[in-house]
């Protein structure tokens, strides 16, 4: 239904009263006005129509509720703003005065007043309350102008502390380090898994080991040592999205996939060598040089090799890759890949090529052609052994073996922001890798000529500047990695050491776990407290044994055979169901059972077993002579003398 404009205006005192009368409540009610526009100027209006008005208000806004709750919202209209009479007389009741005022300061008071209250049906006439419009728009403009200065304080300040090097080498969580022993030769990989409880390790002599923070004592001992690839060095591992599964990226041309305790789950198939067209085979066809998992899907990873091909396999049922990429070089032809990448949100496909060339896929679209391609963003020749992203997506970093590392703006991707060199490398595993908030970016260098040890450089990504460096070890630095979620710092040396480096007031968990624990030695024999009564006259069957320290009573229970849990002895001869180890063969066996009913002994010597019935033989003949008895002419052996005769002259 139409109604005519309201709009409320201030409460405020009678200025007519005597300033040193102090007014009641009952009067301050009734001189609450408010103001009605009806068109040709202001009428007063009492308090029960008032009253009446601010009903019909909240009635209108309890239906307004109830539409918009179906679905039936607005039409239009502007939500009216509900006063309460009652809060507004408490108010006017605050703001009375307890000593006699001038007309000015009531006037100042008023105009304070007016600032405070908003219309509510829509905008006050400008003659009316124009004094108070300018009021509030000097005050917006102040606090506006105040929030103005206060967001270019806090810009300056961080631009401050962004451009300040000791504020990010604070950052650097490298207080305390710890060192864990891979073996002797060098860790080409780590990985981290995402909740940051365990960490692998890869190396080139073929070794993977598994460490756990949580199970470690300050020992620092790997609780698991695989060759997961046989004899092929371990290239690159990387942990699922979810924790619970590791790419092994190892020298042979057929990845692998463990689960989290190192048990195989998948082999990835490996490619006919024979078919020219990569793209038809179904597995790589040469070695291996990088891979990764996708950033939020499961069961699908990447691969490269030197077979010219990048492979997206998903799931590890199929075993059967799912996307094959080719890299091409400047005339087309074929050029290897170095190492890969997705980025945070799986949008892009970044790779670094043998050529020296940086190419970019768009995964939402075919990969038939590049989005991004470089080419001679390193030198020509040499691998680009890490190519990274940023945690925001902005900017790439790639490292290769020409000593130099640069960094890269993707929305300007024709020149490098800056290109730090000498930067010695001779594994084409070295890496680099981003800090949690992107301001700072780290790699090793390889141990030089002449050096004593090899160097962690941190250099910032907004001014470009060395922020520190750190001395690792008297090896090549070729693994570093930056856990965001621990705050710790992983480095892979030449020399089977891994270091890992945290700070205690930034860093969590992690080493920080290992390092209170103390080693101790596990103890065989279980204390028992058994209370001991003593009866001096007992009889000896019913005395209690004395309390023996506990080495004796291990030495007495050493001979027990039943306690010290002994094997079985070695017997001669079968008993018990055993086979003794001379009776195991078949003609012991048949002359057992089939043979003689006397029992035979194996271990006699069977000249004497048979010489023993000579005598009796002789005497009573039974089986043989009595048949010969006739005919057979009386045996006579010849006698020797013991010394042989000496040889008879041929006779002529």
Partial sequence: ??????????????????????????????????????GGGFKK????????????????????????????SGFGRKTAKVFDINEQIAKAREVAPSKPRTDTDQRKAGEDDDSDDEPAFGPLPTDAVGAAADTNKQSVTKLKKTNADSDDDEDDDDDENSDDGGHLERKIPNTHEV????????????????????????????????????????????FRTIQPC?????????????????LVVSGNSQAKILDRDGFEKMECVKGDQYISDMSRTKGHTAQLTSGCWHPYTREEFLTAALDGTLRIWHGLKSKEQKTVIKTRAQGGLRTNASACIFNRDATLIAVGCADGSIQMWDTRK????????????????????????????????????????????????????HSWTDLFSRYD?????????????????????????????????QTFEEVKRIGVTDSHVIKALWHPKLNQIFVGCGNGVIKCYYDELLSSRGAKLCV???????????????????????????????????????????????KSRRPDLPITSGQGGRVASSGGTLSSYVIRNLGLSKRVDDDQDPREAILKYAKEAEENPYWIAPAYKKTQPKPIFTESSGEPDAKKAKEE
């Avoid at 860790?187 to 949580?214: E, H, K, N, Q, T």
């Avoid at 038939?368 to 001679?376: A, F, K, S």
């Fill in 366 to 417: 075919m990969f038939v052609n590049t989005t991004h391609c470089l080419r001679g963003a390193h030198q020509k020749g040499s691998e680009i052994s890490s190519i990274q992203f940023s945690y925001l997506g902005t900017h790439l970093a790639t490292r290769s073996n020409d000593e130099t590392m640069k960094l890269w703006d993707l929305r300007k991707f024709k020149d490098p922001l």
């Fill in 429 to 461: 595993t070295t890496d680099c890798c981003f800090s949690p908030d992107d301001k700072m970016l780290l790699t090793g260098e390889s141990l030089p000529k002449g050096a004593k040890e090899a160097q962690l450089h941190f250099y910032s990504t």
């Fill in 230 to 246: 046989e004899n092929y060095p371990i290239r690159a591992l990387h942990y699922s999205v979810t924790g619970d599964m590791i």
């Fill in 45 to 72: 209006m009492g308090k029960e129509q008032l009253i009446r008005q601010v009903e019909e208000v909240t009635d209108d806004m309890e239906s307004q509720h109830l539409k918009e709750v179906m679905g039936i």
């Fill in 179 to 222: 060192q864990m022993q891979h073996g002797s030769r060098a860790v080409l990989a780590l990985a981290g898994d995402p909740a940051g409880a365990r960490l692998v390790s890869g190396s080139i002599d073929y070794d993977m080991c598994f460490w756990d923070f949580a199970g470690m004592d300050a020992a620092m001992r790997s």
């Fill in 516 to 562: 209170v624990k103390t080693h101790r030695k596990k103890k065989h024999t279980e204390m028992i407290g058994v209370s001991q009564i003593i009866t001096p006259h007992a009889l000896p069957m019913f005395r209690q044994e004395k309390s023996r320290s506990s080495r004796k009573k291990m030495e007495k229970e050493r001979l027990d055979p039943v």
């Fill in 1 to 38: 239904m139409n109604r005519s404009k309201i709009s409320f205006g201030k409460i405020n005192l009678n200025p007519n009263k005597p300033a040193a009368a102090v007014e009641t409540p009952a009067e301050i009610e009734d001189e609450a006005t408010t103001s009605v526009n009806t």
